[in-house]
């Protein structure tokens, strides 16, 4: 009887790769503010984690600032079409 093992969660299950700073993202994916009190806000499309740091970054000079419990993020599509939020903190800050 063959075993079957477990695989271990990584956090980029939803993806086909591991999603890194510079992995294209297919053109299919959005910078999005998320508020705390509810609700989202699509910012930009993004292509990479830096173009999204870049543009967050733009952004919340604009804007100054945001309200502390609001979180940037990258809606990316998954392997499965859905879309699925990038494992990555989305801070802001030009790298």
Same mark, same amino acid.
């Given at each position: ?23 294209? &993202?297919?053109?299919?994916s959005f910078l999005v503010v998320e508020y705390q009190a509810g609700g989202y806000e699509p910012i930009a499309g993004v292509s990479t984690i830096n173009e999204a ?6 952004? &919340? ?9 609001? $979180? &940037?993020? $990258? ?8 879309? &699925? ?11």
């Amino acid at each position: 009887m063959a075993t079957r093992t477990k695989q271990a969660w990584k956090p980029w299950h939803g993806f086909a790769i591991e999603i890194g700073p510079d992995t294209d &993202l297919g053109g299919d994916s959005f910078l999005v503010v998320e508020y705390q009190a509810g609700g989202y806000e699509p910012i930009a499309g993004v292509s990479t984690i830096n173009e999204a740091q870049e543009i967050a970054a733009d952004w &919340l000079h604009r804007r100054h600032g945001m309200m502390p419990n609001d $979180v &940037l993020k $990258v809606w990316a599509r998954g392997v499965e079409g859905r879309f &699925l939020v990038v494992p990555i903190v989305i801070d802001g800050v030009r790298r």
